[in-house]
């Protein structure tokens, strides 16, 4: 709530400055889009812009401003940091208590943060009689076995074929027929004529 009691003093302060400077005009549109983007929820872009209008105008209602918004952002580092240079700029400030009290919450969830400890990423292995509880682990499928490859037959002796029995066969059956026809037949051999007959 003192934020925004902070920030409409602050508006008022600036509304209220007729000849205000370009530095002036500046910071004004810095903290109105600062303001919407508050409104809006976009606290990181809101804390940005007070922070630009702080250099733009050096008023320590800004600094507080950007501490809330950073505060609501979730980064306390940030929040904490503003909050400690709004309280060295207005040590005196009417807000004095609440600032104080933001500075101890955001030591506190620093603190905390950096005691967690961090997530554990060992794979805890299950006890054996468990069995219930353990998980099943997932693994890739066997790879599939290659094709084997086209094995070629152990070469046949030649006597063991077919076809050298066959050949052996019809070379005998031809000797038995040559010596038997050779044996039974005319020895005389014919005489051969060499003669030509005549063209004329």
């Given at each position: 709530?003192?934020?925004?009691v ?7 302060s600036?509304?209220?400055v007729?000849?205000a400077?370009?530095?002036e ?6 903290y ?12 990181e872009e809101?804390?940005e ?7 733009a105008?050096?008023k320590?209602a ?14 306390p580092e940030?929040?904490?940091e ?15 208590s609440?600032?104080e ?7 506190t ?10 997530p554990d990423?060992?794979?805890?292995v ?10 099943v682990?997932?693994t890739?499928?066997?790879p ?11 070469a ?7 076809w050298f ?5 019809a ?12 044996s039974?037949g005319d020895?005389?051999?014919p005489e051969?004529?060499?003669g030509?007959?005549?063209?004329f």
């Amino acid at each position: 709530m003192a934020s925004w009691v902070l920030a409409v003093c602050l508006l008022a302060s600036a509304t209220s400055v007729e000849h205000a400077g370009p530095e002036e005009r500046r910071a004004r549109k810095l903290y109105a889009e600062g303001l919407k983007a508050y409104g809006l929820g976009k606290f990181e872009e809101a804390a940005e812009r007070y922070i630009e209008a702080f250099q733009a105008v050096p008023k320590p209602a800004f600094l507080f401003n950007a501490a809330q918004a950073y505060r609501l952002a979730g980064n306390p580092e940030k929040a904490l940091e503003f909050y400690r240079s709004f309280l060295r700029l207005q040590p005196n400030a009417a807000i004095l208590s609440e600032v104080e009290r933001r500075i101890n919450e955001m030591q506190t969830e620093i603190d905390q943060r950096a005691a967690k400890p961090p997530p554990d990423e060992r794979i805890v292995v299950p006890a054996p009689d468990r069995v219930a509880d353990r998980a099943v682990p997932i693994t890739e499928p066997p790879p599939a076995p290659a094709p084997a490859a086209p094995r070629d037959r152990p070469a046949r002796p030649i006597y063991k074929r077919w076809w050298f029995w066959a050949g052996i066969g019809a070379v005998s059956v031809a000797t038995v027929a040559i010596v038997v026809v050779s044996s039974s037949g005319d020895d005389s051999v014919p005489e051969a004529n060499y003669g030509h007959e005549a063209i004329f």
